[in-house]
């Protein structure tokens, strides 16, 4: 038996040293910088910040020689940043003019053009500045760190995301529901109804989802 | 015993004058008792070398794999606890950030009830109730391998998963909606949902193979009425397990189904008309039943040593197994006391209420026996086995008591979630089954090895379990009225919790120092403990009739029943089975009330089929329910050639894939 177990133990070790395939995809950010907690404003132009961690000034001053990095990268290799993204996107509205990605009073999030350009940074000015035309300015009302998650949710609409890490449930049916029954789905919404033959309305389900 | 007008008896003359028997029990008697144990050592033993040890199918070695393995994983999971109390021992500590310790207290959790509690009570059943019942083997021995393969894998997967990053993180129950796909993103959930089904396949194959074993495979006379107390409560919890685990292997199932962004069905999205509650109520008829199926077979741990160190059987056998029963009944009509925050309808909860507090019924009669067992012993041997069901008493009462205060309505929902429950439920299934089972490996360590463990060092990791575990729990039951909530990762100085988490710690500590003091007894005392002999504890059951450790097919001559303690009771002429083939595993089977012999049954050998199909079926979960449903379909192709493999007709040859020609070791 001493054998069988020293196997079992061999099998542990194993698992265990899989560990350094630990993958970032995973991680929870459940506490945020306290300077990312701040509401957004593009008009930041000072690293100082007050917070409640006084007795570490480390946290008091993020250094001007490393500037906050734009490229929303983590964010857009991680499960949680951008399911947080997406429950964000509904919880802010975003879908009242944008719906889920294909438009409406807005323009379309999930095709491949941009009218303001289409990276990170780019997609978090649009967020925190606004643009001619109706996108509101959000500056000052979002949390910076919960703009940077819509912006990588915003990006996964287009399949700009790693795949792995998108967050699910936008399921067929609930797409299919947006082509030929909208109202059902959001009521008041300005989504003309289509009448496709089953194996269109498919082929056009396959193809959006393609899209993602 | 009045053995002539034993119906038992009569049977037993009937088979030794069946047309075979006699010319067989004549040709075992020409032969020297040393070649019939080197036959059946031949015929029963596995195969030498690493596939040998792989292809085992013997209840022992795969008994004690599930006990070694579960308390791996206990000793693991209790790491991750002493990391979490570490943490908790100051306000507004930085050791580990709200993430990990998500998973930490999720892994300890599911660790702790999947991979520890239940597996390692069923492989002590594994272990001992072919040899309580006088059987060579257990009825299904491929299933029961197939289960262990399955259990590792699950426990493989989660800690592997926790050493990734992929720890769930959701806490040991999985709520919906935080478990679904829209607040549990990534693989974590995913990975805990495949664990529960894989250790649940195995808890059930488990269920049904000591089942099996004890309805059908007792000796000739031990009628359901004089089956130890031990084997009652193992068949008690084995129904308990076919009907509990269903609900939450189905339950994960549903919620893979939910997750998974190829399936997306809506089973718990209320958003879509699915019942969140759901959820809860699936998971708690499993997981209140669990507790039970837990705290059941320690009480035949204790009911074991008791008889052993008071020197007389317990008092009260037909009480005790009615309370048994009872529990397993009632058991499972008090899940929604979990689900008090609820909205449940007064009525249900009254009725919740009312049958949480009627289980303290049969509990208490199971207490009232044992102490008048000790009031009615001549002389009361307090060795360190009988230590731990002492200290079970005082900490099971403890928690009891906590548990009537929690079946009210009114006191459940002003301690719901807070470190009250916590240091409930640690004192019922610590102080109710974890006390008793530590007990129970003291016991049986020389029946397992062969040796005696340390009585002194038994004594000594006894109190250190004691003193921490009391210093650990009882704060916490003042630290939840206060207040503190569970599974947080830390508190603000101004709460004033900081003296009582600090005591916790410390407590924890010195339990897990007990807990090193227990491993390294049995470890040192494996080579160098005294030699012990087949019953050092002069106790009744037939476990002890074999010898220390037992043979490969535990009894040369498998014993008959003639009383509830058969060690203590057989008359020494008392007839033996002989009728048995030596070329094939061959297992009697008695008459399901009566145990009366009935037939002959050739049980399987060594066989890798069931590693074979074990390895498919986690592949399927893992890929299939984790990353695409193909990887289900794909596995399936695996799993019916494993089966294939496994019911191919083996022509009559059934039994014979022994261990081959003896070598010289």
Same mark, same amino acid.
């Given at each position: 038996m001493a054998k069988g177990d020293v196997d079992i133990a061999a099998a542990l070790v194993a698992a265990a040293l899989a560990g350094p395939l630990a993958c970032e995809r995973e991680d929870c950010e459940l506490r945020v910088d306290p300077s990312d907690a701040e509401p957004s404003l593009a008009t930041r132009t000072s690293g100082l910040y007050p917070g409640p961690h006084a007795e570490d000034p480390s946290h008091l001053v993020r250094t001007a020689l490393a500037p906050r990095p734009l490229v929303n990268q983590k964010n857009e290799r991680n499960a949680y940043a951008l399911s947080e993204g997406k429950r964000l996107y509904s919880a802010y509205n975003c879908r009242g003019c944008h719906a889920n990605g294909g438009g409406g009073m807005?323009? @379309?999030?999930?095709?491949?053009?941009?009218?303001?350009?289409?990276?990170?940074?780019?997609?978090?000015?649009?967020?925190?500045?606004?643009?001619?035309?109706?996108?509101?300015?959000?500056?000052?009302?979002?949390?910076?760190?919960?703009?940077?998650?819509?912006? @990588?949710?915003?990006?996964?609409?287009?399949?700009?995301?790693?795949?792995? @890490?998108?967050?699910?449930?936008?399921?067929?049916?609930h797409l299919g529901g947006w082509v030929i029954d909208p109202q059902s789905i959001k009521p008041g919404t300005r989504m003309p109804q289509h009448n496709f033959a089953p194996e269109d309305l498919h082929a056009l389900l396959d193809y959006l989802q393609s899209l993602k | 015993m009045n053995t002539e007008s034993d119906p038992v008896t009569t049977a037993i003359e009937e088979i030794s004058t069946r047309s075979d028997a006699p010319e067989r029990s004549a040709r075992a008697s020409a032969t020297s008792d040393d070649s019939l144990h080197e036959q059946l050592e031949r015929v029963w033993r596995r195969r030498p070398g690493v596939l040998g040890r792989l292809a085992s199918t013997n209840h022992k070695d795969v008994g004690l794999r599930f006990i070694v393995t579960a308390f791996?994983?206990?000793? /693991?999971?209790?790491?991750?606890?002493? %990391?979490?109390?570490?943490?908790?021992?100051?306000?507004?500590?930085?050791?580990?950030?709200?993430?990990?310790?998500?998973?930490?207290?999720?892994?300890?959790?599911?660790?702790?009830?999947?991979l520890f509690a239940v597996p390692v009570m069923e492989g002590m059943g594994l272990y001992l109730v072919?040899?309580?019942?006088?059987?060579?083997? !257990?009825?299904?021995?491929?299933?029961?391998?197939? &289960?262990?393969?399955?259990?590792?894998? $699950?426990?493989?997967?989660?800690?592997?998963?926790?050493?990734?990053?992929?720890?769930?993180?959701?806490?040991? *129950?999985?709520?919906?909606?935080?478990?679904?796909?829209?607040?549990?993103?990534?693989?974590? %959930?995913?990975?805990? $949902?495949?664990?529960?089904? #894989?250790?649940? =396949?195995?808890?059930?194959?488990?269920? !049904?193979?000591? =089942?099996?074993?004890?309805?059908?495979?007792? &000796?000739?006379?031990?009628?359901?009425?004089?089956?130890?107390? *031990?084997?009652?409560?193992?068949?008690?919890?084995?129904?308990?397990?076919?009907?509990?685990?269903?609900?939450?292997?189905?339950?994960?199932?549903? /919620?893979?189904?939910?997750? /998974?962004?190829?399936? +997306?069905?809506?089973?718990?999205? %209320?958003?879509?008309?699915?019942?969140a509650i759901l959820w809860q109520h699936l998971f708690w008829f499993f997981g209140h039943p669990d507790v039970y199926i837990i705290f059941i077979p320690a009480t035949g741990f204790i009911s074991s040593i008791v008889a052993a160190f008071c020197r007389r059987p317990v008092f009260g056998y037909t009480p005790l197994v009615l309370s048994i029963i009872a529990i397993g009944f009632i058991g499972f009509g008090v899940w929604v006391h979990h689900m008090f925050v609820t909205p449940i309808p007064d009525l249900g909860q009254g009725m919740f209420t009312a049958a949480s507090m009627m289980i303290v019924i049969p509990s208490? %009669?199971?207490?009232?026996?044992?102490?008048?067992?000790?009031?009615?012993?001549?002389? !009361?041997?307090?060795?360190?086995?009988?230590?731990?069901?002492? +200290?079970?008493?005082?900490?099971?009462?403890?928690?009891?008591?906590?548990?009537?205060?929690?079946?009210?309505? $009114?006191?459940?929902?002003?301690?719901?979630?807070?470190?009250?429950?916590?240091?409930?439920l640690h004192y019922v299934l610590i102080g109710g089954a974890i006390f008793p089972l530590i007990g129970a490996i003291y016991f049986w360590f020389p029946k397992f090895t062969g040796r005696m463990a340390s009585e002194g060092w038994g004594r000594v990791s006894f109190w250190l379990l004691f003193a921490g575990f009391h210093m650990t729990f009882y704060p916490q039951h003042h630290l939840g009225f206060h207040g503190m909530p569970r599974r947080i990762y830390t508190y603000g100085a101004e709460t004033g919790w900081g003296y009582l988490n600090l005591l916790s710690t410390v407590g924890a500590f010195t339990l897990g120092l007990g807990v090193l003091t227990f491993a390294t007894n #049995?470890?040192?005392?494996?080579?160098? +403990?005294?030699? &012990?002999?087949?019953?050092?504890?002069?106790?009744?059951?037939?476990?002890?009739?074999?010898?220390?450790?037992?043979a490969s097919y535990n009894f040369a001559y498998p014993p008959t029943c003639h009383g509830r303690e058969p060690v203590w009771e057989n008359p020494p002429d008392a007839p033996v089975i002989t009728g048995l083939s030596t070329d094939k595993r061959e297992l009697l089977c008695t008459t399901l009330m009566d145990a009366a012999p009935d037939h002959r049954y050739a049980v399987a050998g060594n066989s890798l089929w069931p590693l074979a199909l074990a390895i498919p079926t986690a592949t399927a979960l893992i890929t299939g329910g984790m990353f695409h449903p193909a990887g289900a379909v794909y596995s399936a192709v695996g799993v019916a050639v494993a089966l294939c493999g496994w019911f191919w007709a083996s022509g009559g040859r059934k039994g014979q894939e022994g261990g081959g020609p003896?070598?010289?070791?």
């Amino acid at each position: 038996m001493a054998k069988g177990d020293v196997d079992i133990a061999a099998a542990l070790v194993a698992a265990a040293l899989a560990g350094p395939l630990a993958c970032e995809r995973e991680d929870c950010e459940l506490r945020v910088d306290p300077s990312d907690a701040e509401p957004s404003l593009a008009t930041r132009t000072s690293g100082l910040y007050p917070g409640p961690h006084a007795e570490d000034p480390s946290h008091l001053v993020r250094t001007a020689l490393a500037p906050r990095p734009l490229v929303n990268q983590k964010n857009e290799r991680n499960a949680y940043a951008l399911s947080e993204g997406k429950r964000l996107y509904s919880a802010y509205n975003c879908r009242g003019c944008h719906a889920n990605g294909g438009g409406g009073m807005g323009p @379309a999030l999930m095709d491949d053009g941009w009218i303001y350009g289409g990276k990170a940074e780019q997609i978090v000015e649009t967020i925190v500045k606004g643009r001619p035309g109706g996108m509101p300015a959000f500056g000052g009302r979002i949390p910076e760190f919960q703009v940077r998650q819509i912006a @990588a949710f915003v990006r996964s609409l287009s399949g700009n995301v790693a795949g792995d @890490a998108a967050p699910s449930r936008d399921t067929r049916g609930h797409l299919g529901g947006w082509v030929i029954d909208p109202q059902s789905i959001k009521p008041g919404t300005r989504m003309p109804q289509h009448n496709f033959a089953p194996e269109d309305l498919h082929a056009l389900l396959d193809y959006l989802q393609s899209l993602k | 015993m009045n053995t002539e007008s034993d119906p038992v008896t009569t049977a037993i003359e009937e088979i030794s004058t069946r047309s075979d028997a006699p010319e067989r029990s004549a040709r075992a008697s020409a032969t020297s008792d040393d070649s019939l144990h080197e036959q059946l050592e031949r015929v029963w033993r596995r195969r030498p070398g690493v596939l040998g040890r792989l292809a085992s199918t013997n209840h022992k070695d795969v008994g004690l794999r599930f006990i070694v393995t579960a308390f791996v994983f206990f000793a /693991l999971a209790g790491v991750l606890a002493l %990391v979490m109390r570490l943490q908790l021992a100051k306000p507004g500590n930085t050791l580990v950030n709200p993430d990990l310790y998500n998973q930490l207290f999720t892994t300890h959790g599911s660790a702790m009830m999947f991979l520890f509690a239940v597996p390692v009570m069923e492989g002590m059943g594994l272990y001992l109730v072919p040899l309580m019942v006088g059987a060579r083997n !257990v009825a299904f021995p491929r299933l029961m391998a197939y &289960a262990y393969w399955t259990f590792l894998a $699950s426990g493989i997967l989660l800690f592997g998963g926790l050493a990734m990053n992929i720890g769930p993180d959701m806490g040991w *129950f999985g709520y919906v909606p935080l478990s679904g796909p829209e607040y549990s993103p990534g693989k974590r %959930v995913d990975l805990w $949902s495949q664990m529960i089904t #894989l250790v649940e =396949i195995a808890s059930m194959a488990l269920a !049904v193979d000591i =089942i099996v074993t004890i309805l059908k495979l007792r &000796a000739p006379g031990m009628s359901l009425g004089r089956m130890p107390l *031990f084997v009652w409560t193992q068949l008690v919890t084995g129904f308990m397990v076919i009907f509990a685990m269903p609900a939450v292997a189905l339950g994960s199932t549903l /919620l893979t189904l939910d997750r /998974l962004t190829n399936v +997306g069905t809506h089973f718990f999205n %209320v958003a879509e008309g699915g019942d969140a509650i759901l959820w809860q109520h699936l998971f708690w008829f499993f997981g209140h039943p669990d507790v039970y199926i837990i705290f059941i077979p320690a009480t035949g741990f204790i009911s074991s040593i008791v008889a052993a160190f008071c020197r007389r059987p317990v008092f009260g056998y037909t009480p005790l197994v009615l309370s048994i029963i009872a529990i397993g009944f009632i058991g499972f009509g008090v899940w929604v006391h979990h689900m008090f925050v609820t909205p449940i309808p007064d009525l249900g909860q009254g009725m919740f209420t009312a049958a949480s507090m009627m289980i303290v019924i049969p509990s208490g %009669v199971q207490i009232f026996c044992w102490t008048a067992t000790f009031w009615l012993a001549r002389r !009361v041997h307090v060795r360190t086995p009988l230590l731990f069901v002492l +200290g079970f008493f005082a900490t099971f009462v403890i928690g009891g008591l906590t548990g009537v205060m929690l079946a009210s309505v $009114s006191i459940d929902t002003q301690v719901h979630d807070t470190f009250f429950v916590v240091a409930h439920l640690h004192y019922v299934l610590i102080g109710g089954a974890i006390f008793p089972l530590i007990g129970a490996i003291y016991f049986w360590f020389p029946k397992f090895t062969g040796r005696m463990a340390s009585e002194g060092w038994g004594r000594v990791s006894f109190w250190l379990l004691f003193a921490g575990f009391h210093m650990t729990f009882y704060p916490q039951h003042h630290l939840g009225f206060h207040g503190m909530p569970r599974r947080i990762y830390t508190y603000g100085a101004e709460t004033g919790w900081g003296y009582l988490n600090l005591l916790s710690t410390v407590g924890a500590f010195t339990l897990g120092l007990g807990v090193l003091t227990f491993a390294t007894n #049995l470890l040192v005392s494996l080579k160098r +403990g005294p030699r &012990a002999g087949p019953n050092p504890w002069g106790a009744g059951t037939l476990e002890w009739a074999a010898a220390s450790p037992p043979a490969s097919y535990n009894f040369a001559y498998p014993p008959t029943c003639h009383g509830r303690e058969p060690v203590w009771e057989n008359p020494p002429d008392a007839p033996v089975i002989t009728g048995l083939s030596t070329d094939k595993r061959e297992l009697l089977c008695t008459t399901l009330m009566d145990a009366a012999p009935d037939h002959r049954y050739a049980v399987a050998g060594n066989s890798l089929w069931p590693l074979a199909l074990a390895i498919p079926t986690a592949t399927a979960l893992i890929t299939g329910g984790m990353f695409h449903p193909a990887g289900a379909v794909y596995s399936a192709v695996g799993v019916a050639v494993a089966l294939c493999g496994w019911f191919w007709a083996s022509g009559g040859r059934k039994g014979q894939e022994g261990g081959g020609p003896l070598t010289k070791d």
